[in-house]
Structure formats: C-alpha cells, structure tokens
C-alpha cells in the first residue's frame, strides 16, 4: 500500500514537474515573441522616423520653387511667355517629397508605400510630412509555427523657423551695409541716423555711434568677455545682428535722444539701457533694397490682382512688405474676402471681433479696409517685437504669449503658421531674417 502511494505521489509529482516545465516553456516563448516585437517596433519606427526626415529635407530644397511665377516675360513683345524651368508645381514637389520617403525607409530597410505618406494641414504649399508604417511580424521562436505580430510606426517631420528664430530674427540681416563714423548698419538705417544726428545737431547735441551691426561671431567674443545676459546677448539672440540697432552717446545726449528718437523711426529697446536705440522702419521690406533680387516686383506672383492695389498702398502706408502681407492673407483665407474661421475669425485677414475693434475695422468682410488694418497690426507687432517670426506669431498667438518667452510659442498651429509664411516669403525672394529647418516632431 505504502509503495502504490509512493508510486502514485511520484506520478503526480512528474505531471506537475512537466505542467512547470510547460508553462516555463511557454512562458519564455511569450518573452520571445514580445521581445522580437519590441525590436521590430523600434526597427519599423527608426526607419519612419528617417523615411520622414527624409521627406521633409527635399521639401526644404524644393520649397522656394513652389513660388517661382510658372512663366517668364517674353524675350519680346508680341511673342508668347516662356516657360520658367525653376517653377515647381505643387503635384511635383509633393511627388519628390513622396519619392525621399521611400527611399529613406528602404535605405533603413522598411517597405514604405505611397500610400503610408500624407501631407498633415494641407494647402498649397505643405511644411509638414508624414510616414505611417503598418506591417506584420513573424515570430521566429521553437516550436511555434505561423505566430506574426503587427507592428505600426509613425512619425511626422516638419519645416520649422530655426531655433534662432524664436529669440532675434533668426540667421541675422544678410543683405548690404552701409557706414556711418565706421560702423556697419542696414542702409536705411544709415540714412535715418543722419536725420537724427542732423536734427540733433540743430540743437547742439553730437552723436556718436558706439557700436552698430555685430555678427554673431562679434557677439560671442563679447559674451566670453562679459557673460551677463542683461548687458550682453548671448551669441545669436543680439538685436545687433538685424543692422537695425544702435548704441548711441555720449551720456549727455540721452535726455534728448529720449524725447526725440522716435520722431525719426528708431525706439529705445531696453529701459536700462539709454544708449541702446532700434530702427522699427521698414522691418522685413525688400522694398526698401535689403532682400535677394532686388528689382523684382514687390507683389508675389501668387497675389490675386483685385487686391495687388489694396496690398501696396497698405503696405506703403504702414512700411511694412508687401511680401510679407501677401504671405499672410494667403496663410489666413487663401485671399478669400468672406472666409470665417471656427474661432470666430473673420475675413480676408481673419480679424477676431476684438482686434477688429481695436483698430477702427468696423467691417472685416471689407477687404481694402482689413489689408490696411492687418498692415497697421503687423507695424505695430514689428516694432513690438524686431523680428519678423515673432511678430507672424504674435499675429496668430496673440502678442501675450509671444511676449511670456520671448519666442514662437510651442502650438503646432502656431508654429505651422510662421514656417508657412517664412517658406512663402523665402519662396517669394524676401528676406525674413529666418531659415527653415526639418524637424521630427512626433
């Protein structure tokens, strides 16, 4: 009797010694199998993340000639347009950026369809990109025969102001300088400064000009001296390097430069700093000769002519680009006068009733009326801010949120917006002080 239990007790004790085993068996194949999936899910993301930057880097070289006009002016009168070779239509630049993605995801070793890249936000000129890849996973493990696992990554690239942008003006001015007691400065600047000093002279005041345009080099050899943010820019965010800013004395002129500056275009930046003045005039106009190819036609190709007029007499009006106003009224309502946007936003220029207010627009449908009072905001908003990208944001966030940091705050719709317009800008030959770059964003 005593044996027959033993023997029975033995017996259970295998099947329970084999149930273990079993269940340890299966156990490790799950760890297997979700170990292989882990790795194929970080393999297939690697790939989208790239197959995306890709895609978004040849947008970035194909986007200026999304704005080139399609034709060119006849070699003479009476004979047809001739076709521009640098246009690019948007069916094309679409297709080069659908073409980079599948070849960054096959370079990384992932089957990237045409049907896995969409265009997020749309419109004519898209800045962002995005690659979604769905496939299966066969789990390679013993005994288990057949197991897939399905696997999806995506990711979305971006063209965004460059991280400079948000504090300065982006890349700095870039175009020619003119001289004044041997410093550097934006032409125009040069020829304000001699009304002022002129005036100032009249009242036996002299001028003289400390320091002017700085590049960013310049501006780092000051930092390592001196680095004290509230004397001195960190390297790349100084005003200095736009070619509007200038540091004025002696002490003695400060009263009177304090009561007079602004009669010639030029602020005071800093209100511990009395020597430090800035030219608001003119931001972001290629009008006034400071952009790539000067002589072009101040109205981008892309402006409807029923509102060429009303853009350039606001634009002159107020002193702000015509590019740069075009830009934006194709960003808000594709140059639709009736346009309302879910916000409440209204019109050519989607004024909120509130704004609309402020500045003396009593008819926002009225599209003369909204481009001059769009063209006043944005005076105001660049004198605000001395940069184009911020004052485009501070146009779309509100000037309270661009003025808590100091940038272009983190809303994708914000952020989406500036880079559509500094694209168009760019593509247009204007200089905005902005470059675009890619970015992964999620």
Not at 76 to 104: F, K, T
Not at 304 to 329: C, H, M, T
Not at 371 to 399: C, K, T, W
Request: glycine share 10%; net charge positive.
């Amino acid at each position: 009797m005593r044996r027959r239990v033993a023997a029975g007790e033995r017996g259970q004790a295998l099947v329970l010694t084999l149930g273990v085993v079993a269940a340890l068996l299966t156990g490790g194949l799950v760890l297997v199998a979700l170990g292989q999936a882990i790795g194929a899910k970080s393999r297939e993301q690697r790939a989208a993340d790239l197959a995306a930057v890709s895609a978004a880097a040849a947008m970035r070289r194909a986007y200026p000639r999304l704005f080139e006009p399609a034709y060119l002016p006849p070699a003479r009168p009476g004979l047809a347009p001739l076709p521009n070779p640098r246009h690019l239509p948007r069916e094309r630049y679409l297709a080069i950026a659908r073409d980079a993605a599948l070849r960054g995801g096959a370079r990384n070793g992932a089957r990237v369809r045409p049907a896995d890249v969409s265009f997020p936000g749309g419109g004519f000129a898209p800045t962002r990109v995005r690659v979604r890849i769905r496939t299966h996973h066969r789990v390679r493990a013993p005994g288990v025969r057949g197991a897939r696992v399905a696997v999806v990554a995506d990711a979305v690239a971006e063209l965004a102001p460059q991280p400079g942008t948000d504090l300065a003006g982006g890349g700095g001015y870039s175009g020619p300088l003119a001289y004044r007691q041997g410093k550097p400065m934006r032409p125009d600047v040069a020829v304000a400064f001699d009304r002022l000093a002129a005036a100032a002279r009249a009242d036996g005041v002299a001028l003289i000009i400390s320091s002017a345009f700085r590049s960013d080099a310049e501006q780092a050899r000051l930092w390592a001296a001196n680095p004290d943010p509230k004397w001195v820019a960190p390297p790349g965010t100084s005003l200095h390097r736009l070619g509007t800013e200038l540091d004025l004395g002696p002490p003695s002129a400060y009263g009177w430069l304090a009561r007079n500056a602004s009669r010639f275009g030029f602020v005071q930046r800093y209100s511990w700093e009395p020597w430090h003045y800035g030219y608001t005039r003119n931001a972001g106009s290629r009008s006034v000769g400071f952009g790539p190819r000067d002589g072009a036609p101040a109205l981008p190709s892309f402006v409807p002519e029923r509102f060429a007029g009303a853009i350039a007499r606001a634009a002159q009006r107020w002193n702000v680009s015509a590019a740069l106003l075009s830009a934006q009224l194709y960003a808000e309502s594709n140059f639709n006068p009736f346009a309302q946007s879910p916000a409440g936003a209204q019109g050519i220029a989607q004024f909120m009733p509130g704004t609309a207010r402020a500045y003396g627009l009593a008819n926002p449908f009225d599209p003369a009326a909204a481009i001059d009072a769009q063209a006043h905001l944005m005076r105001d908003l660049l004198r605000q801010f001395a940069s184009v990208p911020l004052a485009l944001a501070a146009y779309n966030a509100g000037p309270a949120a661009v003025a808590a940091c100091g940038c272009i705050p983190p809303y994708p719709e914000t952020r989406a917006y500036v880079a559509k317009i500094v694209g168009l800008m760019g593509g247009a030959g204007e200089a905005t002080g902005a470059e675009l770059e890619v970015r992964l964003v999620e």
